[in-house]
């Protein structure tokens, strides 16, 4: 268990997360301009009347953002509401053209309900992250300020694009159940989780850099094993894993602090400063915003029948949880190495295409990629899959993988040889393992007969140690099998060697 030791004695975290994703669509929540806002678009091109508020434009809820929602309400094994509205929350920003931000309220269902994620928690076991709700809502425009001495500029482009928001649960009238973060590396692998399945679905790219997923942090501390949980503070717009991590673990130390002073949390919102890597409050109890939440009068309730729901499961893809249980029972790979193999969607999609649907491969590619492929980023391409050659580097393909894994087990190479090619291949040679080896003249030679020679006269020239194996020395046989080797450079299939050498010396 994580925890964090205080004057006093041990301090334990209670942490919850608001992870905003933006929804991949054409067009916005409630207007018909175009979504995607990335930095190379014109500032406000992309704003309708709608998103510029202008007096008496009607929001039209976008059918498409309501699939996603339900796509990634079903990746995350919640339950979908039938019937949720939308509400006004009213603030004054000036990247805010409304005044309000169109949202779904917190006292009612939002359009997804209760569900779960797993992570594998601090104990290396499967932990289940309970999520309270994801609710859609509208992303505000951005501000720029550093552009002009005195003049500060709005871009409306994002103004209008469609969130959704994910808040995990804590069981405050049941703290027995744990079912919630308690580290800051449990925090980065539920957020993973989050992306991934973000990812799987095609909901949302869930990137961090830029912007297209951001979390608001609270954090609360208490003795370790105390039965109840204390007030928290709230860490607001996080956009990166490392800083997220440094953040919760700098704002529990702060908060031990007062709390061992005999001090008192207050619910403040807090500013991350990753400079000084420190958070200071940004709003206080006092300054707390009344939002008057109500039911934005121009939408009607969202409603979602048990068809829709049906249709839209029966269009989803493996998830990245469902991946790693087939790997494990479809393949027998170790769970190290499932886990591995579907940290990413591009892995495990690249992995899969190595196996293609062998099975007897799977082990056999599952160790070459984490062993070897793994240590050398920069020849493979998992992401797009690329193949040739990129800046003077070979970039290795699913097929170049599984050639060589099914060289091995038809015994035309061994394994010495594969791992010969396979440098060779990161080198920036060009042709197939095959064409490989027949270029480099590596076969591997399993003719009884060929290497039989080779074994009677390493027994020959090697008297004081045959005397030493046959004393009991079994150990030499590894001596042996390696001058076996040599004396065919390289080239005895060594099973073989083996087998030849216990015979003979035996
Ligand atoms: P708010 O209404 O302020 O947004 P919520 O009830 O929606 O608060 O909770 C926001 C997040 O804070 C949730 O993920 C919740 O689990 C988490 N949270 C609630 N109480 C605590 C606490 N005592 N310590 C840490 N996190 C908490
Ligand atoms: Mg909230």
Known sequence: MFTIKGKT????????????????????IFSGASADYNPSVAPNTQVSMVDAAMPGMLPVLNDYCVDQAIKFGLGINAEISHKSRFARKQYFYP?????????????????????????????????????????????????????????????YNRTGVTLLEIVTFLDVKNPENNSYITSPDEAEKYLRQIREIARALGVSKANMEEGSMRADVNVSVRPVGAKYFNERCEIKNMVSFKFIKAAIEYEARRQIEILENGGTIERNTMRYHPDDNITTVMRSKEDALDYRYFPDPDLLPLIIDDERIERIRKTMPELPAATRTRYIEKFGLSEYDATRLTETVDISHWFDAAVNGKAERAKSIANWMISELFAHPENYDIENQKSGIVDGMRIITPTDLSELVDMISASEINGKQAKEIF??????????????????????????????SAVDEVIKNNPAQVEQYRGGKVGLLGFFVGNVMKATQGQANPAVVNELLRKKLG
């Open 95 to 155: 990247d805010l053209p409304q005044g309000y931000q169109i949202s779904q309220p917190a006292e009612e269902p939002p359009v997804v309900g209760r569900g779960w994620v797993e992570i594998i928690g601090d104990d290396g076991n499967p932990k289940k992250i309970l999520i309270e709700r994801a609710h859609l809502e509208q992303d505000a425009g951005k501000l720029k300020h550093d552009a002009h001495p005195t003049k500060s500029f709005a871009d």
């Open 423 to 452: 440098i060779k291949m990161l080198d920036g040679e060009s042709g197939t393992p095959h064409e490989i080896a027949d270029k480099f003249g590596m076969k591997q030679i399993t003719d009884t007969s060929a290497i039989e």
């Open 9 to 28: 004695g041990d301090w334990e975290l209670v942490i919850g997360l608001e992870t905003h994703i933006e929804v991949l669509s054409k067009s916005k």
